[in-house]
């Protein structure tokens, strides 16, 4: 199943985006109290906190179509933590360290930083379309671009990765077998076996009794 699920977008797109406005007000408020030369630069670097936030929820928020992509997106990582978890550290340091340390090195050069920027959204544009057109215009695509499988494992999946990782961080997922639980005669659930039959209350007596 999905980990997230069961709560409804409207109310968490509200929820999201009321706190980010509120957590402006702590930066508004440390800007306000600054002195010397420098108050003018921390007001202004507060206020674009702000709009930042502002235009982050007119960008999501009105459109419908918008509101489901961070909660699509959140389910998405959810299953992905779930089944690698290895991916949640790697994710935290790569979206919150490796990313804005890489840009601001790159914003020394800017002409560097507007080739490397636009090659990312060029390539970005390129996933969005292929992918609309594969859920609604799957007929008229060719064969090759039907299905990610044109493209090498790594970039269309974390399976090559997760025997490195789960190594690395000791973040080895275990699973328990199915109709492996010990019977005792407090046992009152249903269990499912791997031949196809059922573990009932009566039976799990008997082998308990046994």
């Known amino acids: 199943g999905e980990i997230v699920g069961s709560s409804q977008s409207s109310g968490i797109n509200a929820e999201y985006g ?15 109290a600054a002195t010397g030369e420098h108050r003018s630069v921390t007001i202004q670097v507060a206020v674009s906190h702000l709009f930042f936030n502002i235009f982050g929820i007119l960008l999501f928020y009105p459109i419908p179509v918008m509101r489901t992509l961070p909660i699509e997106g959140a389910k998405r990582l959810g299953n ?9 550290l790697v994710y935290l340091l790569l979206v919150f360290l490796a990313i804005p340390l890489g840009l601001v090195a790159l914003s020394f050069n800017i002409y560097l930083f507007g080739v490397v920027v636009g090659i990312a959204l060029l ?18 695509l060719p064969t090759v671009l039907q299905n990610w499988k044109f493209l090498p494992a790594p970039l269309r999946s974390l399976q090559p990765y997760d025997a490195v990782f789960s190594k ?9 077998p199915v109709g492996s639980t010990i019977m005792t005669k407090d046992f009152v659930e249903v269990l499912p076996l791997r031949n196809g039959g059922m573990i009932t209350p009566e039976k799990c007596a008997s082998v308990a009794g046994d």
């Open 18 to 32: 009321g706190s980010n406005i509120g957590t402006t007000g702590t930066a508004m408020l440390a800007a306000l």
């Open 80 to 88: 992905t933590v779930a089944k690698y978890r290895w991916f949640a």
């Open 123 to 140: 390539l970005l544009a390129i996933f969005v379309i292929l992918s609309l057109l594969q859920k609604y215009c799957l007929h008229r």
């Open 168 to 176: 690395l961080l000791f973040c080895i997922k275990k699973e328990e």
